[in-house]
C-alpha cells in the first residue's frame, strides 16, 4: 500500500517556465490538498479538493493552478515559475474533511528550486 | 477564523529530560486539534489528536497532550525524550473549510 506518492520529488526551474506537481492516492480518500513548506512559515494550503472534479483555494493560491479529473490523483501546476515559489510542496488526502476528526495522509514532499 | 502560536522555534532537552512543546489556539468553535511530527525529508505524520471528550490525549511514541479551554492551549509532552524524537513537531487546528490550519513548527533537538 503505497498511500500518497508525489512525482517529482525533485525539480529545478527557471524563471518563466511551467511544470506540474503529481499527487496520487491508493486510500480511496474524498479530500486532497496541495501545501507549500517554507522555513518559519509552517505549512500553507494552497489549493484543495472535496472531491472528483471539484477544486478550491486556500490560503496562498496566487500563481498555481489544480485539476482533480481523477479520484485519485490531485496535479498542481505552475503556470510561469517565480523565484518566491521556491518552496518543499506537500500534497495529502484524506477520508473526510478535517472540520470533524479527519487525519491527514501525507506525501514525502516535491522539493522545487526557481533560479 | 481559527490561529495557532506555537511558543519557541527550538527546543533542546537532554536525552531523558521531559518534553514540553507548546501550542496554543484561537477558535471561535469547539476545536479539533492535532499535532504531527516531521523526521528530517519526510512528510508529517499524525502523532495525536483531540476531537471530542477526554481531554488528555495519548499518542504514538510516548507523548501525550492535554486540552485546556480555558488556556486554550494543547501543550504536547512527553516524560523522557530519547535522541529518536529530534525531529519538527506541528501543532495544527481545524479550519472552517474543512481544511489544518498548522502552527509555525517547533524543532526539537535532544542532546545525548
Known amino acids: 500500500n503505497a498511500g500518497v506518492t508525489q512525482t517529482p520529488k525533485f525539480r529545478v526551474l527557471k524563471t518563466g517556465q511551467s511544470m506540474t506537481l503529481l499527487c496520487a492516492q491508493d486510500m ?23 472531491g472528483e472534479g471539484t477544486t478550491a483555494k486556500g490560503e496562498v493560491p496566487d500563481g498555481y493552478n489544480v485539476s482533480r479529473l481523477k479520484k485519485q490523483n490531485f496535479l498542481l501546476g505552475l503556470e510561469s515559475a517565480a523565484p518566491s515559489q521556491t518552496s518543499v510542496y ?14 491527514l495522509f501525507f506525501g514525502e514532499g516535491s522539493r522545487l528550486t526557481v533560479l | 477564523a481559527q490561529s495557532v502560536t506555537q511558543l519557541g522555534s527550538h527546543v533542546s532537552v537532554s536525552e531523558g529530560a521531559l518534553v514540553l512543546l507548546r ?9 479539533y486539534l492535532f499535532w504531527y ?8 505524520q499524525l502523532l495525536l489528536k483531540y476531537t471530542t471528550g477526554a ?26 525524550a530519547h535522541m529518536s524524537d ?12 474543512g481544511n489544518l490550519i498548522f502552527g509555525k513548527g517547533t524543532k526539537l533537538s535532544v542532546k545525548p
Not at chain 1, 507549500?36 to 509552517?42: F, L
Not at chain 2, 501550542?23 to 476545536?31: E, F, H, I, L, T
Not at chain 2, 481531554?55 to 523522557?80: D, Q
Open chain 2, 23 to 31: 501550542c496554543n489556539y484561537s477558535s471561535s468553535v469547539p476545536p
Open chain 2, 55 to 80: 481531554t488528555l490525549v495519548k499518542g504514538i511514541n510516548g507523548f501525550e497532550a492535554e486540552f485546556k479551554k480555558s488556556e486554550t492551549s494543547f501543550h504536547l509532552t512527553k516524560p523522557s
Open chain 1, 28 to 50: 480511496n480518500h474524498e479530500y486532497m490538498y496541495w501545501y507549500r513548506q517554507d522555513p518559519g512559515m509552517g505549512l500553507r494550503l494552497i489549493h484543495y479538493s472535496v
Open chain 1, 90 to 103: 506537500f500534497c495529502a488526502s484524506s477520508f473526510t474533511g478535517l472540520g470533524d476528526t479527519g487525519e
Open chain 2, 86 to 97: 529530534a525531529a519538527e513537531y506541528f501543532c495544527a487546528v481545524g479550519g472552517s473549510q
Open chain 2, 37 to 44: 511530527v516531521q523526521y528530517p525529508n519526510q512528510g508529517l
